[in-house]
């Protein structure tokens, strides 16, 4: 068994919790189970609240805090603590990292159409540079699809063999207690007779798919959470005051847990992924449909137990998709953060 110590940049702890945060703390939580102690520690900087763990040690450590943190203190420790860094949120520090990345998708490379304003010409920009890091500088590098990894390979010229596939998982959902306030909140919402997806205005969502959707779907009802504004975004695309669709705007994880179990169908109709979380979860709520485009990552993800969108020729309707071959809740046997956590320690090992 290696006897490397591995600290892990814990400086997510402290971000706002979207799927590449998720991803670090389930398989962290799923890892500390098997971990031998002393070979990984998480690293944050001081003031983060992190879980308990049994097997993992937790540092503060540092004087700054956010993006300066990772590139200031948290090599410093690497340096005297003589550790190898495990990076789970696709950044590095610039300078003094050794060790493992995940990159979970290299969208800003693979669709910079998608990022023309001026804030977003910026983000694209860092994360591009970060990328040709992670390439050059990471001694191995995880993603969370066969899709991301041929990605990466294809922009960055990393050897596949290099790459290594640790999936997302769903059992974060069953620590969920749905929340049903929301049907009394908005009566419109029938079980079994709306469609449900979360948005945001990021355009590889392809938030306007779904208001085409509505639009030519008016005798059904779409609900749509999500921040933003969405319902602006709406008018600017002439798709404004819609009978039929709801804006719910940030719903809590109870609240999502009983769209999702009671909605006709779940839409995701993303134009670009690494994996995509939300319909997994979806079928792990009990969705009877998820409605995905047609992608290879998401084939790739849900094969046979999703339904298909084939974005080419379909700009919003929900009845010309390719139908399902099995059940939604099929798909849910694939992945587990336990396993995920075993690979992780099989890498961490090597």
Known sequence: MSETVWAVDGSFFAQRLSGIQRYSIELLAALDRIVPPGLVEIVTPQG??????????????????GGVWQQLDYPRYLK??????????NVIPLFG??????????????RPDFYTDPRGRLSA???????RRIAKKAERIITVSEFSKSEITKYYGVPASEIEVVYNAWQQM???????SIFAA????????????????LKNKNFPWVLRAAKARPDAVFAIAGGGSL??????????????????GYVSDGAAKALMARCRAFLFPTLYEGFGIPPLEAAACGAPEIIVSDTPCM????????????????????????????????????????????KLLQILTA
Not at 80 to 89: N, P, V
Not at 231 to 248: C, I, K, M, T
Not at 322 to 330: D, G, I, R
């Open 48 to 65: 983060v609240e992190t879980p308990l763990y049994a097997n993992i040690k937790t540092v503060p450590f540092g004087t700054h805090k």
């Open 80 to 89: 005297q603590r003589g550790a190898k860094g495990l990076a789970t949120c």
């Open 97 to 110: 990292f050794r060790g493992i990345a995940v990159v979970h998708d290299v969208c800003y490379r693979a």
């Open 125 to 131: 920009a860092w994360h591009r540079l970060q990328y």
């Open 174 to 180: 069953e620590r969920i207690t749905p929340d049903d």
């Open 186 to 201: 908005y009566p419109q919402l029938k079980a079994g007779a709306y469609y449900f997806s979360m948005a945001n205005l």
């Open 231 to 248: 319902a602006a975004q709406a008018e600017r695309l002439g798709l404004a005051d819609l009978p039929n669709v709801l804006y719910l």
């Open 299 to 342: 084939r790739e993800v849900y094969g046979p137990s999703a339904a298909y969108i084939d974005l080419a020729v379909n700009h919003g309707d929900v009845d010309s998709i390719t139908p399902a071959q099995a059940p939604a809740a099929a798909v849910l046997a694939r992945y587990s953060w336990d396993r995920s956590a075993e």
